[in-house]
């Protein structure tokens, strides 16, 4: 582990050759979720979901996301997620071929927590013995005691997809945690500036969960993704300072914090 920072990246979307060319094997390494490329929006052929509908389908389906209509998302995103239903088979060796790239380019200790758009059961099994997959819990490194809380807590605003989880849950797991010093997610903390997608144009989901840990324990950093594009991608919450970490697909930035001090550098590739 290198002694002086610890990285943290969040929304990989499938970079996973950038991701390994900024992490060495000495590094401690923590990544917020969202590691599949499960829908590239800048090319939808790039991404796993044009491997299972049409793109009449998908062009259809983002319409009736943006227009609210989530019954009809719901459908489809059952479908890609039953084992058995023709829509799964055709993703699943997509998904299962991503986790091994990812497997294949870590070298250091990592810890990795799932997003909305990851499949825990089969991140498990393809990164057992290369990663610690976390749903909850508290690591310690360089000194520090950090949070972790995967999955995207349920809402009117989710689709059923594999990452989600119930929200007693998330709130249940992540203030078992206690007080830490960094608090890491996937979801952002309930705070506008921070789940407005300026591109998308909408208010992104987020955790009023979380926004009541850090109230509570007021760790020195909240950490987290999601918003692609963030109004705002940081800002003071009472103590504590919130932080996007950024769509790693687009910027191949983590962000490293420096155990000493607790200052944060960005490295860029």
């Given at each position: 582990?290198n002694?002086?920072?610890?990285?943290?990246?969040?929304d990989?979307?499938?970079?996973?050759?950038?991701?390994?060319?900024?992490?060495?094997?000495?590094?401690?390494?923590?990544?917020?979720?969202?590691?599949?490329?499960?829908?590239?929006?800048?090319?939808?052929?790039?991404?796993?979901?044009?491997?299972?509908?049409?793109?009449?389908?998908?062009?259809?389906?983002?319409?009736?996301?943006a227009?609210?209509?989530?019954?009809?998302?719901?459908?489809?995103?059952?479908?890609?997620?039953?084992?058995?239903?023709?829509?799964?088979?055709?993703?699943?060796?997509?998904?299962?071929?991503?986790?091994?790239?990812?497997?294949?380019?870590?070298?250091?200790?990592?810890?990795?927590?799932?997003?909305?758009?990851?499949?825990?059961?089969?991140?498990?099994?393809?990164?057992?013995?290369?990663?610690?997959?976390?749903?909850?819990?508290?690591?310690?490194a360089?000194?520090?005691?950090?949070?972790?809380?995967?999955?995207?807590?349920?809402?009117?605003?989710?689709?059923?997809?594999?990452?989600?989880?119930?929200?007693?849950?998330?709130?249940?797991?992540?203030?078992?945690?206690g007080?830490?010093?960094?608090?890491?997610?996937?979801?952002?903390?309930?705070?506008?500036?921070?789940?407005?997608d300026?591109?998308?144009?909408?208010?992104?989901?987020?955790s009023?969960?979380?926004?009541?840990?850090i109230?509570?324990?007021?760790?020195?950093?909240?950490?987290?993704?999601h918003v692609?594009?963030?109004?705002?991608?940081?800002m003071?919450?009472?103590?504590?300072?919130?932080?996007?970490?950024?769509?790693?697909k687009?910027t191949?930035?983590?962000?490293?914090?420096?155990?000493?001090?607790?200052?944060?550098?960005?490295?860029?590739?």
């Amino acid at each position: 582990m290198n002694a002086q920072t610890l990285v943290f990246a969040g929304d990989i979307h499938g970079e996973f050759d950038a991701l390994r060319d900024l992490v060495s094997g000495d590094d401690t390494l923590f990544i917020a979720g969202d590691l599949l490329n499960f829908m590239d929006f800048t090319d939808i052929t790039k991404g796993i979901l044009y491997h299972a509908f049409t793109p009449e389908e998908l062009a259809e389906g983002l319409k009736e996301y943006a227009r609210g209509n989530l019954d009809r998302v719901r459908e489809g995103i059952r479908e890609i997620s039953t084992p058995g239903h023709h829509r799964y088979e055709r993703v699943r060796p997509l998904i299962e071929d991503s986790y091994e790239r990812l497997s294949r380019g870590l070298s250091g200790n990592t810890y990795i927590l799932f997003g909305n758009d990851d499949y825990p059961q089969i991140l498990k099994a393809k990164l057992d013995g290369k990663a610690r997959i976390v749903e909850s819990g508290i690591v310690r490194a360089g000194g520090l005691s950090i949070g972790l809380v995967s999955g995207m807590p349920e809402g009117d605003h989710t689709i059923g997809l594999a990452g989600e989880i119930p929200a007693d849950t998330f709130r249940q797991r992540i203030f078992s945690l206690g007080p830490v010093d960094i608090i890491v997610t996937h979801i952002p903390p309930k705070v506008p500036e921070l789940t407005y997608d300026v591109i998308a144009k909408r208010q992104e989901p987020s955790s009023d969960a979380l926004l009541d840990y850090i109230d509570h324990y007021r760790p020195t950093y909240a950490f987290f993704g999601h918003v692609h594009n963030p109004k705002q991608k940081s800002m003071r919450i009472g103590a504590t300072t919130a932080v996007n970490l950024g769509f790693f697909k687009k910027t191949r930035t983590v962000t490293r914090v420096v155990v000493s001090t607790m200052q944060l550098q960005e490295q860029r590739l």
